[in-house]
C-alpha cells in the first residue's frame, strides 16, 4: 500500500525539483560578456541581422572557389554570420580573411556543417553506433569526426541528432540513438563531449548543436516533416530528456525543428524556444533555425508573408535564419516600423557573438583550419582503426540457431549473394550523410571476406538483385553458387537513399525483390546467413521463422567489410544490442518497450484485453537484444536494502557469468518499475547500463546506484517528484530481462 500524505509529497517535491529541472549552463567572463555588449553598440542594424543570417555554399562543392559574387559582397558588407556546408582548410581561411580584414565591423564567420557520423572517416550510423552500448567508444567516434572536420575548417556540426523516435518509418530514425530516453541521453551527452572536448579551443573541437528540438522524431505517421501531437507529459518524460542531456553535456547550440508541436511550429515557438528552453532550463546559447524552417511558417500558415515569419521565428527564440535570407532582408524595415524590438535583434546577436567568442574566433579566426593538419587527418589509420572498433561493437546478432556463425573452418567453399556484398555498392554500406565519403575509400563485404576467409576456402560471388529495382533478378544463377557452397552468406537490406531525411517508408520490409531471392537462396538447402544492412529496423518475420542466422549490421561506414568479415568469421564475437525494437510486422507499430499498462494488459485468458487478432502484441526483436557467440547467465539480482527514502540512493548488484566457450562482451541492462504511482508509469524503464567483457567460465557482479533522479517522475501537476510504494528492478541482457527484484520508498 501506498502512503500519499500531503506533507510527504510537498517534501519530495522540493527534495527533487532541484534534480531535473536546472542545468549547468555554459557562461563567459563577465568582461567578455561586456566586450559583447559594446560591439553591438558599435553595430549597425544591417550588420546585426547579418550576424543572425547564414547562407549556403555551394553546397559541399568540392571546387576551390565556393563563393558567388553576389555571396562575396553580402559577406564584405558584413551580411552574412555564418555558412552551412562550406568546408576546406583553404577556402573557409579565404572566405574568413575577407570576414575579419574587408568587413567594417571584422567579425568572423562561423562555418557549419553536418558531419553525422564522421567526415571523410565515415563510422556507423548513430543509430548504429548507439547499438553498441558503449558511450565511451561513441565519444571517440565522435571526436574522430569533429578533428577531420575541424582540420578542413568546420567550426560548428549539426550533430548530434538526439531525436527519440518510436517509429521505424521515419528515415531519420537512423540518424538518432533509437526510441529510449535513457539511452538517447548518455548517447547525446558522449557526443557532446566528442565534438566539443574539454577545452573548445583545443585542436579538434567543433560546436555541437543538437537537433532538431523539438520532438521531430514524432512525425505522425512516420511521414518525414509531419506533424507532431503529443502530451506535454510525453513530450517531457520521452522526447525533451536527450537534448536536456545534450545541453547539461555542453552544448552550446541547438537546432530547431521543422516540425509544429500540437498547433505550434517548434520554430516559431516561443513556448519551447524561450520559455522552456532559456527560461526553464537556463539555455544560455543560440538557436538555429533548420534549414528554411522560418520560411516555412508561412506554409504552416502561422504567417501571412515572410516578414511575419521572420518576426514569428526571431521573438520566439530562434537566433540564426539558416538560409531563407528573411532575417536578413525582411527584418530590418520591421524594427522600423516598431513591429520588432530592436532588443530582440540585440539579444539575439549576443548568443551568437558569445558563442564566436567562446569558441574562439575572436583570438583567431582561422582556428583549426589547416591544410598539413587536413592531410594527416582525413582518413588516417588511427581514424580508420576507431572506425573498424566502432563497427565491431555496432553489429548486433539477432538470431545463431544451432551456433551457424562464425563460419566454421570446416566450410570450404562460402557462397556471397546479394546487392550490398559486392564492391559495386559501396556508396550504400556508409548510410545516410556522407556527404564527403568517396566509395572507393569503402571496404566491401567481399574484400572484407576475402581478406579474412583463412587460406584455401572458396569465396563465390552474385548479385543476386538490385537492391529496389524489379530488373536485374538472377537469382537461378545465385542458386547456382548457393548448392555448390557449404554456406549462403546473404547482404541485403537497404539502399543509402532509403534512410536518413526524406526517407519514410510505408513498407519496412526488404526493398525490391530481395526477399523473393532469399527465399530462393533458403530452396538450395544449405545453411543461410541473413546479413541487413539498413538504417531502420525492417519487418523480418519470415526471415526471422526461416532463417538459421541473422545479423543486423545497419550501415557501418568505410570499415563495413573488414567489420562484418570479423564478425562472420568469428575474429571478433558479436556484442551490439538493440537501441530500438523490431516489430513483427508495420501494423503494431509504434511498438516500444516501455509502453504503459493500460486497463486491460493482455492476457492469454481474457479476450477483452489489449492485444491483435493477428499478430502478438510481442516484438520480433525487443529492445535490448542482441546475441553473442558464447552465451551468459545472470543470478543474484541484490539490492543492497529492502527501504529506502527518498532522498536517497541504492546500490543494486547483478552477476552475470560467461556460460559458453568464448570470450565476449555483454551490456548488462537494469530496469525499472514504478508498482504504483500517482500516474501510470512505463511497466518498465531503462536506468543504467554496464558493457562487461568476460573469458570463458568467468563471472563478475556489476553494481549499479540508483540515484532520487532515477525515481524521479513528473506528478499530475507535471512537477518532478518521488512517492513512497514499492518498486520492482529488472536486470538482464535485454528489455526482457527475467530476474526481478523488489524494493520499496519510505517516507
Ligand atoms: C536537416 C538538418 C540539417 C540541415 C542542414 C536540414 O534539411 O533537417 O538536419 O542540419 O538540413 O544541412
Request: proline share 0%; hydrophobic share 35%; charged share 30%.
Given at each position: 500500500m501506498r502512503h500519499r500524505t500531503a506533507l510527504a509529497l510537498i517534501l519530495l517535491v522540493l527534495l527533487t525539483a532541484g534534480l531535473t529541472s536546472q542545468s549547468p549552463v555554459r557562461t563567459l567572463a563577465p568582461a567578455v560578456e561586456a566586450k559583447i555588449d559594446s560591439i553591438i553598440r558599435l553595430m549597425t542594424l544591417d550588420e546585426k541581422l547579418g550576424q543572425l543570417n547564414q547562407i549556403g555554399g555551394t553546397w559541399y562543392d568540392t571546387k576551390t572557389e565556393r563563393l558567388n559574387e553576389e555571396q562575396t559582397a553580402l559577406l564584405k558588407a558584413g551580411s552574412i554570420g555564418s555558412f552551412l556546408g562550406v568546408t576546406g582548410a583553404a577556402e573557409t581561411g579565404r572566405i574568413q580573411r575577407i570576414a575579419v580584414e574587408q568587413t567594417r565591423m571584422k567579425i568572423p564567420v562561423l562555418f557549419s556543417a553536418d558531419i553525422i557520423h564522421g567526415f571523410h572517416t565515415i563510422t556507423p550510423i548513430p543509430l548504429a553506433e548507439a547499438s553498441s552500448w558503449n558511450p565511451a567508444l561513441v565519444e571517440r567516434s565522435a571526436r574522430v569526426a569533429a578533428m577531420e572536420g575541424a582540420a578542413s575548417g568546420v567550426h560548428w556540426n549539426y550533430a548530434p541528432m538526439v531525436d527519440i523516435a518510436r517509429d521505424p518509418r521515419w528515415g531519420r530514425i537512423a540518424e538518432g540513438s533509437g526510441e529510449d530516453p535513457y539511452l538517447g541521453s548518455v548517447m547525446a551527452a558522449a557526443r557532446v563531449r566528442g565534438f566539443q572536448?574539454?577545452?573548445?579551443?583545443?585542436?579538434?573541437s567543433l560546436l555541437a548543436c543538437a537537433k532538431h528540438f523539438a520532438a521531430y522524431g514524432g512525425a505522425e505517421a512516420g511521414r518525414d516533416y509531419n506533424t507532431v501531437d503529443m502530451s506535454e507529459r510525453t513530450l517531457r518524460e520521452t522526447f525533451l530528456p536527450p537534448y536536456k542531456a545534450a545541453i547539461d553535456a555542453g552544448a552550446w547550440t541547438l537546432m530547431s525543428a521543422f516540425n509544429e508541436i500540437g498547433g505550434v511550429p517548434s520554430s516559431g515557438s516561443p513556448w519551447l524556444m524561450?520559455?522552456?528552453?532559456?527560461?526553464?532550463?537556463?539555455?544560455?546559447g543560440m538557436v538555429v533555425s533548420d534549414y528554411t524552417a522560418v520560411m516555412e511558417l508561412m506554409n504552416h500558415r502561422i504567417a501571412a508573408d515572410s516578414t511575419e515569419a521572420g518576426i514569428i521565428g526571431l521573438s520566439s527564440g530562434v537566433d540564426i535564419d539558416m538560409v531563407s535570407r528573411i532575417y536578413l532582408r525582411k527584418l530590418p524595415e520591421a524594427v522600423r516600423t516598431g513591429r520588432l524590438s530592436m532588443a530582440v535583434v540585440d539579444e539575439a546577436v549576443r548568443r551568437v557573438l558569445r558563442v564566436k567568442f567562446a569558441y574562439g574566433l575572436f583570438d583567431d579566426p582561422y582556428r583549426h583550419a589547416r591544410p598539413e593538419k587536413e592531410k594527416e587527418l582525413l582518413l588516417s589509420k588511427e581514424h580508420r582503426a576507431v572506425a573498424l572498433a566502432m563497427a565491431h561493437q555496432s553489429v548486433v546478432l539477432l538470431k545463431n540457431e544451432k551456433a551457424l556463425l562464425p563460419i566454421s573452418p570446416t566450410m570450404k567453399t562460402v557462397a556471397l549473394i546479394g546487392p550490398l556484398a559486392g564492391s559495386e555498392n559501396r556508396r550504400d554500406l556508409v548510410g545516410a550523410w556522407a556527404w564527403a565519403q568517396r566509395p572507393e575509400d569503402v571496404v566491401s563485404v567481399i574484400d572484407g571476406l576475402r581478406s579474412k576467409l583463412p587460406a584455401g576456402t572458396r569465396l563465390l560471388y552474385d548479385r543476386g538483385c538490385e537492391i529496389s529495382s524489379d530488373s536485374g533478378y538472377r537469382a537461378e544463377q545465385a542458386v547456382k553458387l548457393a548448392k555448390q557452397a557449404d554456406v549462403v552468406i546473404a547482404v541485403l537490406g537497404e539502399s543509402q537513399r532509403l534512410s536518413g531525411e526524406a526517407a519514410s517508408r510505408s513498407d519496412i520490409g526488404l526493398p525490391g525483390r530481395q526477399l523473393e531471392l532469399l527465399k530462393a537462396l533458403k530452396s538450395a538447402g544449405k545453411p543461410v546467413v541473413l546479413v541487413v544492412m539498413n538504417g531502420r529496423p525492417l519487418t523480418l518475420q519470415w526471415e526471422a521463422d526461416n532463417i538459421p542466422a541473422i545479423v543486423e549490421a545497419w550501415h557501418l561506414g568505410v570499415e563495413a567489410g573488414n567489420a562484418l568479415a570479423d564478425i562472420l568469421t568469428g575474429a571478433v564475437n558479436p556484442s551490439g544490442k538493440l537501441p530500438v525494437t523490431f516489430p513483427r510486422n508495420l501494423g503494431q507499430v509504434p511498438l516500444y518497450y516501455n509502453h504503459k499498462s493500460t486497463g486491460r494488459p493482455f492476457s492469454v485468458k481474457d479476450h477483452y484485453t489489449t492485444r491483435y487478432l493477428d499478430v502478438p502484441n510481442t516484438p520480433l526483436f525487443p529492445f535490448g537484444h542482441g546475441l553473442s557467440y558464447t552465451t551468459f547467465a545472470y543470478s543474484a539480482l541484490t539490492v543492497a536494502k529492502n527501504e529506502i527514502t527518498a532522498g536517497s540512493t541504492l546500490d543494486v548488484s547483478v552477476t552475470v557469468a560467461n556460460t559458453g566457450t568464448r570470450a565476449g562482451d555483454e551490456v548488462v541492462q537494469l530496469y525499472l518499475r514504478d508498482d504504483v504511482a500517482s500516474v501510470t508509469r512505463p511497466v518498465k524503464e531503462l536506468k543504467a547500463f554496464r558493457r562487461v567483457s568476460l573469458a570463458p567460465g568467468e563471472r563478475t557482479t556489476v553494481t549499479f546506484t540508483l540515484t532520487p533522479v532515477d525515481l524521479t517522475f513528473l506528478g499530475p501537476d507535471l512537477k518532478p517528484r518521488i512517492e513512497p510504494g514499492t518498486f520492482t528492478l529488472f536486470a538482464g541482457g535485454s528489455s526482457d530481462a527475467a530476474l526481478e527484484t523488489h524494493f520499496a520508498v519510505v517516507p
Open positions: 572536448g574539454n577545452d573548445l579551443r583545443a585542436f579538434g524561450t520559455d522552456l528552453l532559456r527560461t526553464e532550463w537556463g539555455f544560455k
